[in-house]
């Protein structure tokens, strides 16, 4: 099944048409608004760290696949959009406005895009400034991006959820139990147990330090959810 189609399953699925007036029954998969949208969103995206593979374009249509009668068109725009990564904002606008109440929808439309950016084996700093730039515009929180982020990439040392060992679907009751035990673990009282030195003890206050900012984040990110 396209990615298209199982987009419009789901629009069908979980919003009534009384209740979102911008997710019709049967889009997105039949919106042509949302074909141009994330086809040239997909496009620019190749062309983020300055050169557009082929490795790209057939995970492009891999994911966001066209029904046969719009292959040709949609193959067309994608040579065009992907002659520069400017303007790829406006795109994301669209998209933004025209489905703000089905955040489902944009969420499953930049993981779509995760699997074009890693395409190629890897993730370049500018893909991943694209990716934040097109889900912020898609309104949506840094705790949905790190989800989204974390099927395809291996979280970076500086990742908050990576600090606590947990991951961005983690509740927020095992995010405060990781904390608590995290705190114990590098405690004074913990380390004189183990008979280390009063030495480590700066080590581990900035470890310490670290672990609550690491929450503090976690905890400002789902505030705005």
């Known amino acids: 099944m396209s990615f298209w189609k199982s987009l419009a399953q789901k629009a069908i699925r979980h919003f009534d048409a009384a209740e979102c007036t911008e997710c019709p029954k049967g889009a997105p998969g039949a919106d042509p608004a949302f074909a141009t949208a994330v086809t040239a969103l997909g496009a620019k995206l190749a062309m983020a760290d300055g ?9 492009f249509l891999n994911v966001f696949q ?11 725009l994608y040579d065009l959009a992907r002659q520069t990564s400017l303007g790829f904002e406006s ?3 669209r998209l933004a ?4 109440n089905c955040p489902q929808i944009l969420e499953d439309v930049l993981e779509g895009l995760f699997h074009i950016a890693v395409a190629d084996g890897h993730l370049s700093h500018p893909e991943e400034t694209y990716l934040e730039t097109v889900a912020d515009l898609f309104g949506l929180s840094r705790t949905t991006y790190r989800k989204v982020r974390a099927g395809y990439v ?9 600090i606590l060992g947990l991951t961005p679907q983690a509740t927020d009751d095992e995010i405060r139990v990781a904390r608590r035990r995290q705190l114990t673990e590098y405690h004074p ?3 004189r147990a183990r008979g280390l030195p009063a030495d480590f003890e700066p080590l581990y206050t900035r470890k310490a330090a670290l672990i609550n900012h690491a929450y503090d984040q976690i905890s400002r990110e789902r505030a705005l959810m």
């Not at 406005?97 to 703000?100: G, N, P, T």
Request: proline residues 8%; without cysteine; charged residues 40%.
């Open 51 to 59: 050169l557009a593979q082929d490795v790209e374009q057939a995970a």
């Open 66 to 76: 066209p029904d046969a009668g719009a292959r040709r068109d949609v193959l067309r």
């Open 91 to 93: 795109y994301a606008r």
């Open 97 to 100: 406005k025209r489905y703000h």
């Open 154 to 162: 291996e979280p970076d040392e500086h990742d908050p959820y990576y």
């Open 189 to 191: 009282d913990t380390l």
